[in-house]
Each structure stands twice: as C-alpha cells, then as structure tokens.
Nanobody, 130 residues
Framework: QVQLVESGGGSVQSGGSLRLACVSS????????MGWFRQAPGKEREGVAA???????SYVDSVKGRFTISQDNAKKTLYLQMDSLRPEDTAMYYC????????????????????????WGKGIQVNISS
C-alpha cells in the first residue's frame, strides 16, 4: 500500500520561503512520475511541479523561477522548495505519484504528469499573507 505524507507547510509573509517534503513508502515503481498539486478555495486543483524517473522536471508558468522540485531517492522523499512566495500561492498542497511505462512514456506537461495519478497524500496547508 502506497503512502505519501506531506510536511513543511505553514504560514509565511509574502516574499518568504517554505520547503515542502513528501515522504513515500510502499511503492516499488522503477519508472514513475511524481508531482506537487495545489487547490485553493473555490478553485480547481492544478499541477504545480512534476518530476519523473528520468530526472525531467516541469513547472506551471506561475511558479517558474520561484519553485524547485527535487527528490532524495535514499530518503524516498520528494521536495518542493518555494521561494518568493505570493498570496496567490495560498492553497492546500498535495503530492502524488504514479507508475509510468519504462519506454516510451509521455513527456511531462507544464507542472504535471501526463498520466492520471494513482496515489495521493492527504495534503498540507500553505498560507501566504501580504
């Protein structure tokens, strides 16, 4: 059973930084895509950043140059470093993972995997005040 647990959220002022972490367990996918998603009240969920097992990364335009997705395979942890935060970044943030074909597999979309995500964390709140 795959488990994803997010941490690192909280409240900061505009211009500040946070680093989200997502610790995973229970999956043995050798080829996968992982991503960070967010959902603000009254808005649809959107992909923020994605990373696949080839090492490719992608970001939604609104966070390019401010957010960085990375992983530590030894710790089975996915990170999202968020800098220059803005009030519009306020949302519940979720990490997710899905297996993908070894080859060929579809390239990343802007900030998301081009596959339906199989497993999700419960989410963590990020609040940015102006």
């Amino acid at each position: 059973q795959v488990q994803l647990v997010e941490s690192g959220g909280g409240s900061v002022q505009s211009g500040g930084s946070l680093r989200l972490a997502c610790v995973s367990s229970g999956y043995t996918y050798s080829s996968y895509c992982m991503g960070w998603f967010r959902q603000a009240p009254g808005k649809e969920r959107e992909g923020v950043a994605a990373l696949d097992s080839d090492g490719s990364t992608s970001y939604v335009d609104s966070v390019k140059g401010r957010f960085t997705i990375s992983q530590d395979n030894a710790k089975k942890t996915l990170y999202l470093q968020m800098d220059s935060l803005r009030p519009e970044d306020t949302a519940m943030y979720y990490c997710a993972v899905t297996p993908i074909p070894v080859v060929p597999h579809r390239p990343l979309l802007s900030g998301a995997c081009d596959y339906e995500m199989d497993d999700w964390g419960k989410g963590i709140q990020v609040n940015i005040s102006s």
